[in-house]
């Protein structure tokens, strides 16, 4: 799958400037940018904030300060079962 992205980076850190600082160092408008993670609140929330575009893989649990009340409702988003489900959105 990685040969459908231009850059592929885990992060440690997954703040809105965190991000925003990735995509400037990367030389990329926000809208070009797509983040799969498994956390809404730290994968997705803060690039759908800045103008990316995030896709959510849910994991069989979720650690308790990643949970949120919820849900997310934005043009930028989406919601897949498994990895290799992400390809028809890419291609």
């Not at 994968?43 to 896709?55: E, F, Q, R, S, T």
């Amino acid at each position: 799958m990685g040969h459908y992205f231009h850059h592929i980076e885990v992060m440690s850190d997954k703040q809105e400037k965190d991000y925003s600082d990735l995509i400037k160092r990367l030389e990329i408008k926000p809208e070009e940018f797509f983040m799969i993670g498994n956390s809404l609140k730290s994968d997705v929330l803060p690039v759908l904030a800045i103008g990316g575009h995030a896709a959510h893989i849910p994991f069989h649990t979720t650690w308790a300060h990643e949970r949120i009340d919820y849900k997310v409702a934005h043009k930028n988003f989406s919601t897949f079962e498994k990895m290799t489900d992400v390809l028809d959105k890419l291609l």
